[in-house]
């Protein structure tokens, strides 16, 4: 039997967030973390919204996290996030020793991987999950501040 608790999922679940994001005028990125099979912490982007240049939508996931756990690393866990994280994502997601990374769009310019920044080396990594639709949410938010 399939389980439906799959990657997909809950991509669809970071792209909620995203579109939260989207609709309060943030770049529209959105994450999940998920502990078996549990969604324990939400985030979107709020950089123009708390006026804080860290407040990426992965950050304020992995802070509600650890709240949530009580501990400051997330081994048994997995970030679903919208767009590749950036550097400073990256970082505290090499920090957080998060178990898995799952991300849509890929970013060519700014995203860890372009910027060849290290994950935990325990840290499993997959991309392109529903990527369309995170590029399309991105695709939107930029036609619009385009047209303003």
């Keep these: 039997m ?3 608790f799959d990657d997909t999922y809950f991509m669809r679940k970071a792209l909620q967030e ?3 994001a989207l609709a309060k005028g943030e770049v529209p990125v ?3 973390i998920v502990c078996n099979e ?8 709020q950089v ?4 804080d240049a860290t407040a990426h939508a ?5 802070t ?6 009580g501990s400051k690393y997330l081994k048994d866990c997995t970030l679903y996030v919208t767009l590749e994280p950036c550097q400073m994502c990256a970082g505290a997601a090499f920090w957080a020793q998060i178990g898995k990374i799952v991300f849509g769009a890929a970013d060519a310019q700014r995203g860890f991987q372009h910027w ?4 935990h080396p325990k840290t499993e990594v997959k991309g392109g999950v529903l990527a369309e639709e995170s590029e399309a949410l991105l695709k939107t938010f930029f036609e619009r501040m385009r047209r303003n």
């Design 64 to 69: 509600a996290a650890t709240n949530y756990l």
């Design 18 to 20: 995203a579109e939260i």
């Design 116 to 119: 060849h920044c290290q994950v």
């Design 30 to 32: 959105g994450a999940v």
């Design 38 to 45: 549990q969604i324990i912490a939400k985030g979107h982007n």
């Design 58 to 62: 992965e950050m304020l996931a992995f």
């Design 48 to 51: 123009e919204t708390l006026n």
């Design 2 to 4: 399939l389980n439906p």
